[in-house]
């Protein structure tokens, strides 16, 4: 009679694993948001990857559902719409391909309609990934997936530029696997394509049936690694406490291990090509100060009120030195009038001449397209109105900069200084002037402030790279420049367009 009741429990509980096990569902949510009105032009790779996403998650027992060029009330509603659906148990998997920001160490994702002036506007319009990896795990989600390929150069940073370029790493709860199309704090750019290097390697590897998540996303980023010739390493951090694979099979099946905290997972133990500049190439984590740089000595930035020298004919640079440039054509103004944003703050200007935000954003918004004698103009009247505005002060140094009129940028951010000490921003405009003005000793000064302040500050780490090689010192200039253009590799681009090559 014992042995018969024994083996009825036995029965009974696997009859009641099996039906948990086959209760446990496979839930997506994949966005792709392209059309950011504040950019240039729509990126090229979010939709298209989005959709070829979506198609293999289903292929792969996954209910998904999509969303592209979402706003951030549809954004809101498809995070909610997936939270009501989770079980205990559940396997719940993100993908986000679109801008994404980093603030207070937290990443963002960015709706389309994200209207983003100063910092804290991240944080108020984006979608924060510790907070839906926790609500996901807080509905009971046994393996909880999130995969970004958000590593992009984002067209607000020049509004507010107090930023951290890139992604920042994850505290997600335990179960969680989560991978980043490219190092953390750093960026990429668009391959030019209609998909993105990230999502072909990942859509390879998913695949393969059979393998365990970690070891599908870790040889992605191989392949992402070797077709970039390492200029784009993908990260990845896991705590899981299961084993998952993509493709249902034999190693399909969930089982328990002892969990573990959230770890970056080093890069497999495989060869690779080898790196043309090591020192370049592998962004640093962003705790900690860019490999190899030399003692940055106390910050002594030159007096606050520094008379500019112009010399009728500087010297030629030598070889390995910077040299100057033409700043790079505005816009025609012809299409500054119907850009929407611009329209906006005109309508609130026209009816409020004294609109001191309105004034200073559309200052902004016209310096981002390159129109800088209109942001003047507008930080100009803001400042009018409030003389002390230590922000538009600022961005009005550095537009002054951009155009050449180096004695009244050094007045701006001299003031900016004198009003708020250590203002980093300001101490990385005024690097700029006297970078531009031949001053190489004062840029290194204002350069090595503003990164003791914030080490992975590319356009000062860049500009004092720059201002290190006229100087003289050559070798540690081209290792600024080498770290700076690792971190960002726009950077280059971004100081020709302030005439600076």
Known sequence: MKIRLALLLALILSVASSVASSAADR??????????????????????????????????????????????????????????????????????????????????????????????????????????????????????????????????????????????????????????????????????????????????????PDLMAEETLNKTRIGVSRASRQEQIPWISSSLSEDFSFVPGAGGASTSRPPGPMTELPPPQTPAPPQPTAAAKQPVPSSTPVANLPPAPPPAPPPAKV????????????PAAATESKPAQPPTQVSLPDDPTIKSLTAKIEANPDDVNALYRRGQVYASKGAYSLAIKDFDDTLRINPKDVEALNNRCWARTVVGDLQSALKDCNEALRLRPNFVDALDSRGLVNLKAGQNKNAIADFDAALKINPRLTSSLYGRGLAKQRNGSISEGNLDIANAKAMDPNIVQEYDGYGVR
């Open 27 to 208: 839930y997506a949510l994949v966005i792709g948001n392209a059309k950011y009105p504040d950019a240039d032009t729509p990126l090229k790779e979010p939709v298209n990857d989005a959709r070829d996403v979506a198609d293999e998650l289903k292929r792969d027992g996954f209910k998904v559902e999509t969303g592209e060029n979402l706003n951030g009330e549809a954004m809101r509603r498809a995070f909610d719409k997936l939270y009501a659906k989770i079980k205990p148990g559940d396997v719940v998997l993100l993908f986000f391909s679109g801008y994404g920001i980093q603030s207070n160490r937290q990443s963002f994702m960015m709706p389309v309609d994200c209207q983003l002036w100063q910092e804290s506007d991240v944080r108020r319009d984006g979608i924060s990934l510790e907070t839906v990896l926790t609500e996901i795990n807080n509905r009971g989600a046994g393996v909880k997936i999130a995969l970004l390929d958000a590593s992009r150069r984002n067209p607000y940073e020049r509004r507010f530029r107090s930023f951290s370029a890139g992604l920042a790493p994850v505290v997600a709860p335990n179960g969680t696997l989560v991978m980043y199309s490219a190092a953390l704090s750093s960026v990429i750019s668009d391959n030019g394509s209609d998909h993105s290097l990230f999502v072909q390697e990942l859509l390879k590897e998913i695949r393969v």
């Open 307 to 318: 008379e500019i020298p112009v010399p009728p004919t500087p010297p030629a640079p030598p």
